[in-house]
């Protein structure tokens, strides 16, 4: 197993590598990059030009070069009409610009070898500062929705797998598929509507993942406070989220229920309890548990944007999508390079929970 383990972490290396360089030069070569945004604001052409800098000519080619320092570049820019040269060429040095595509690439990485993830363009903090302050958010969504999902789960994926094609087996599947039909951002503002004053009852804040006053509760209330916050969100974040599991659970078991060690078991006089929880339960649940990691990390990170800006959660995924937006580079490379590390590395976990789980599993003789 150590041997397989040792693998799996090299191979890891060329799979972020080949993840970066494709997300870089995708993002590099797609118009509207920082330069271009900066150039538009200090040309008056984009919403809010006088927000990160202010004044013309003399005093904007000042405050350039207090953020950035010398450089140049022969690159001309859409709307960098009226702009001096210099300015223009401030700005690419501030960015990182002034250097070729492959050779920003290699410092990046050199850097993010190091975990050094820079500053971010526009916020005038470093990404690591970001990241601390928005994970505790994203981490109670994504551990609240992944534990509640695999409570409820994998006991109706059982019950449905003993009652298959009864009809408490037709109406759970009929409800949990209409929940995964359905965007849970559209149950987000409907749990709004009825529960949070939108226009029935009053029961829940709208807003925040803790009230105003939070500091100032005592350990019991400052508790209470929290998941009185929290409930609809990942009320929200749930309800799509039972389809899959649910019915991954049930096939599983039915799989198993099927084998011809449950038949014996069954003819040795053994009780229906013991032969599905003694037996059956460890090799289906194979499947479910070792899936657990990824699938903590998949709904951490790619499920709550919408969730995040409706509840107004300033988390990780709110984050990344005006980083996306305003092209702020340091903060979207660097959370992809994290989160694409952590992802991988969740894999290699999950194929080690396989082995924990079952015993008899080898992937190294798989491999031989």
């Known amino acids: 197993m150590l041997a397989y383990i040792v693998r799996r972490l090299f191979l890891i290396i060329p799979t972020l590598l080949g993840i970066m360089i494709i997300n870089f030069v995708i993002v590099q070569l797609a118009p509207g990059g920082p330069v271009e945004q900066l150039i538009a604001e200090l040309s008056g052409e984009a919403v809010g030009a006088t927000e990160r800098f202010s004044g013309s000519g003399a005093d904007v080619n000042q405050q350039v070069q207090e953020r950035g320092g010398e450089g140049g570049s022969n690159t001309t820019y859409r709307g960098a009409q009226g702009l001096d040269p210099e300015v223009i060429k401030e700005i690419e040095r501030m960015f990182g610009f002034d250097k070729p595509m492959h050779e920003r690439f290699l410092l990046m990485m050199g850097n993010y070898l190091r975990f050094d993830f820079g500053e971010s363009y526009f916020r005038d903090r470093r990404v690591v500062e970001l990241v601390l302050e928005k994970m505790p958010v994203s981490i109670s969504l994504g551990l609240w929705t992944t534990l509640i999902v695999y409570l409820v789960c994998i006991p109706l994926g059982i019950a449905k797998a003993t009652r298959d094609g009864s009809r408490f087996d037709i109406w759970t599947s009929g409800v949990v598929v209409v929940g995964y039909a359905v965007p849970s951002f559209i149950f987000a503002v409907l749990l709004i509507v009825v529960f949070s004053g939108g226009r029935y009852l009053d029961w829940f804040p709208l807003r925040g993942l803790v009230s105003e006053d939070f500091d100032s509760l005592g350990p019991v209330e400052q508790v209470l406070d929290y998941l009185w916050h929290i409930t609809l969100p990942v009320l929200a974040l749930v309800i799509g989220g039972f389809a899959t599991l649910t019915m991954l659970t ?11 060690y449950v038949l014996t078991a069954r ?102």
């Open 267 to 368: 003819s040795k006089g053994l009780t229906e309890g013991q032969v599905l929880y003694g037996h059956v339960f460890r090799n289906a649940m194979l499947i479910v548990i070792a899936g657990f990691p990824s699938a903590f990390v998949g709904i951490l990170f790619t499920g709550s944007l919408l969730i995040e800006v409706i509840f107004s959660l300033d988390g990780l995924g709110l984050l990344g999508f005006e980083a996306a937006l305003s092209r702020d580079y340091p903060v979207m490379f660097a959370t992809l390079y994290f989160f694409t590390l952590l992802g991988l590395i969740m894999q290699l976990i999950g194929d080690i929970t396989y082995t924990i789980v079952d015993p008899r599993i080898d992937f190294e003789s798989r491999e031989t």
């Open 250 to 260: 049930k096939n599983s078991f039915l799989d198993q229920i099927g084998q011809q």
